[in-house]
């Protein structure tokens, strides 16, 4: 089993900007591709990124392209730096962990618990 913690998240203005990270712990050896994602009450889980256990393949979601970046500094930890936030990217905001080496959306292996970010207009 792999365990995930979120940390990084709070309360900001529109334009501020913010880091999330992931720190992974458990049966490591077992992780690739480590992923964000973000959740608002009574919609569904949104894909936002996904990095590989390398960090040189990397995946982003449309609404998030050019504004988030997703990274790896080893291979337990991962991080979301988020720039020009807008209210609109209020969420809890979730790591999740892959076997495999895709990076992009679908199903997870692990999840973490998630983490709240609110964007004051």
């Known amino acids: 089993q792999v365990q995930l913690v979120e940390s990084g998240g709070g309360l900001v203005q529109a334009g501020d900007s913010l880091r999330l990270s992931c720190a992974a712990s458990?049966?490591?050896?077992?992780?690739?591709?480590m992923a964000w994602f973000r959740q608002v009450p009574g919609k569904e889980r949104e894909f936002l990124a996904g990095?590989?256990?390398?960090?040189?393949?990397k995946e982003y979601a449309d609404s998030v392209r050019g504004r988030f970046t997703i990274s790896r500094s080893a291979k337990n930890m991962a991080y979301l730096q988020m720039n020009i936030l807008k209210p609109e990217d209020t969420a809890a905001y979730y790591c999740?962990?892959?076997?495999?080496?895709?990076?992009?959306?679908?199903?997870?292996?692990?999840w973490g618990k998630g983490i709240q970010v609110t964007v004051s207009s």
């Open positions: 999740a962990g892959r076997r495999t080496d895709y990076v992009g959306s679908g199903t997870m292996d692990w």
């Open positions: 458990g049966n490591t050896e077992r992780l690739n591709t």
């Open positions: 990095v590989n256990s390398s960090g040189r393949r």
